[in-house]
């Protein structure tokens, strides 16, 4: 086809799901959720490491061989330890909570693709639970679902910075979720398609996919082809896992622990593998969105027609580039301060969101200008757009910058007699000894000029 948006041919992958046997299908079921907890229990040692590593420390080094089964002695300690239930929470939701938030995020694994049709006891099947035409918006849902188990486990532990953190975390994760849900449109408006086997096809680069009048037959990469998208994204999805720099809902000098302070036990374990399953499960998407899902990396997957494509392979492909989107996420832990909440949501709303509506316009144009313009006119079309806004970004007028005032300036603007507030634009008030100073210097001032002075 011509234009840009070319919609993928039935994957014979799909139609292997119809003829799994129901004892695979439970195999499949329970390998996924036996690497859900390996990796959790893996993800929690080796941030651990990393950042011990960072900060020139040796971190866990006593459990097992060089500290490796510290977290799975975590993982048995949680469920055995005293639960503690305040008196005002709403016990029914009080316990259903948790249980929302670790079965969404175990639910969102059933449509990520690990590897290509392989062999199992005899019967063809993919290294995959499950997939529809719509795969992506099943994860989307998971992600939406697990906001309510945060605000109501806020909510229903009756006490006021869990309900503080709760309101706090929804609102972010609303906000983000937004921002992720835009920066995909690329890759649907690029792969044709909202099926996540389908979408790791596309980037195999067969041939057969039209991207914008290029036909590639080398492996590309949505995160090469839609680099925009994919910064967004990897910017959202912290955000929508409530890691650090945007860890504002478990702020420790704010509001204790968050969503979860009064939560104990076995609850905070659900809490706690959710956290680290959602990590797994936002890395996991990218994987397949932008990074060629399980496919090898060129040149790789290019020996020997393709060798390290096939078989099990391919499972270790994806979760190398899983542990490398990790590793991005214990990274920014060590390395980034926390944000404020006012910049955070800032950032989100008037800075991701209005990036990504002006991408996405941008490729819808050229869509349009690959199905109607010769192919001299579309480049140069395209590249007229791309000067017109770096032109537009470099003379935008920037902001006014506010002055300041000075201390004596709003010693002399408050009314006599008034309590001191934080200024309005959250800066540090002056101090008691700078007030002071300053009422010293008036002092002086005023009796140097009075009139038993000069005579």
Request: with cysteine; proline share 7%; aromatic share 12%.
């Amino acid at each position: 086809m011509g234009n840009g948006l070319t919609v993928l041919a039935q994957d014979p992958t799909l139609q292997t799901f119809e003829q799994d046997v129901w004892w695979i299908v439970l195999i499949k079921l329970l390998g996924v959720f036996v690497i859900l907890l390996l990796l959790t229990l893996f993800t929690i040692n080796y941030e651990r490491k990393v950042v011990a590593r960072m900060a020139v420390r040796p971190g866990p080094n006593q459990v097992g061989p060089k500290g490796w089964l510290q977290s799975l002695t975590d993982g048995v300690k949680l469920p055995f330890k005293e639960e503690i239930i305040p008196k005002t929470a709403d016990k029914v939701v009080y316990f259903i909570a948790p249980v929302i938030s670790a079965t969404v995020a175990f639910t969102a694994f059933a449509v990520i693709p690990f590897g290509p049709v392989v062999s199992m006891f005899g019967h063809k099947t993919a290294l995959q639970l499950t997939d529809v035409p719509v795969s992506v918006l099943v994860l989307l849902a998971c992600s939406s679902m697990a906001v309510y188990g945060v605000v109501l486990a806020g909510w229903a532990s009756g006490s006021t910075y869990p309900l503080l953190g709760g309101l706090r975390s929804s609102a972010q994760m609303i906000s983000y979720e937004v921002a992720m849900g835009l920066s995909i449109v690329a890759v649907f408006m690029t792969a044709g398609t909202m099926s996540t086997s389908q979408i790791v096809k596309a980037q195999a680069g067969s041939g057969s996919v039209d991207i914008f009048g290029w036909h590639p037959t080398a492996p590309s990469w949505y995160a090469v082809l839609l680099l925009p998208s994919f910064i967004i994204y990897c910017i959202a999805a912290v955000g929508e896992t409530n890691r650090a720099p945007f860890d504002l809902p478990e702020a420790e000098s704010e509001l204790v622990g968050g969503f979860h302070t009064e939560y104990s036990s076995f609850k905070f374990a659900l809490f706690f593998l959710a956290e680290y399953i959602n990590m797994i499960t936002v890395s996991a998407f990218a994987t397949t969105l932008f990074l060629g899902g399980w496919r090898a990396p060129w040149p790789i997957s290019s020996i020997n027609d393709g060798m390290f494509n096939q078989g099990w392979w391919p499972l270790l492909w994806w979760l190398g580039k899983v542990l490398l989107l990790l590793f991005g996420f214990i990274w920014l832990r060590a390395t980034l301060p926390r944000m404020r909440y006012d910049q955070f949501m800032r950032f989100g709303w008037k800075v991701l969101i209005p990036v990504n509506l002006v991408w996405i316009l941008f490729l819808a144009g050229v869509k349009v200008a690959n199905n109607e313009l010769s192919t001299g006119t579309k480049w140069l079309v395209i590249g007229g757009v791309v000067i017109a806004v770096l032109l537009i970004a470099m003379f935008w007028p920037s902001a006014k910058k506010v002055r300041q005032l000075s201390i004596e300036e709003r010693l002399a603007a408050r009314p006599p007699g008034s309590f001191p507030v934080p200024p309005m634009d959250l800066q540090v008030p002056p101090s008691p000894r700078a007030r002071r100073a300053v009422a010293e210097r008036a002092s002086a001032t005023v009796g140097d000029s009075s009139p038993e002075k000069e005579v």
